[in-house]
């Protein structure tokens, strides 16, 4: 399954929650540091992405991840060990994730 303008709000939170599970349990395999949020005038992180993709998965991760969950605390944790941070912001870390998803089919 994959997640596309035509899914549907409830397809969308199954793959977040299936999504979010895979990365907790690989989140070491990830390159998180590369994902930038800000971008600049030769990076735009979001340029070629499809926006209303992305927004539904935003959406669908902060859903199925509260911030201050144990999902979210156990993730930020080890995404912030592996990319030796002694912390992750809730919503840098929502939409890294929601960038690892995007291209992901479960």
């Known amino acids: 399954m994959r997640i596309t303008k035509n899914s549907t709000y409830q397809e969308a939170l199954d793959f977040c929650e299936a999504g979010i599970e895979y990365i ?31 927004n539904m998965l935003i959406g669908g991760i902060r859903t199925k991840m509260p911030k201050g969950s144990p999902r979210h605390q156990k993730l930020s944790q080890g995404v912030a060990a592996d990319i030796h941070n002694t912390w992750v912001t809730y919503d840098w870390l929502c939409k890294a994730c929601a960038r690892v998803l995007q291209d992901m089919d479960f």
Not at 26 to 52: I, V
């Open 24 to 54: 907790l349990a690989n989140h070491s395999r990830f390159a998180f540091e590369t994902f930038g949020d800000a971008g600049n005038p030769c990076y735009d992180p979001y340029k070629d992405d499809d926006l209303d993709v992305v």
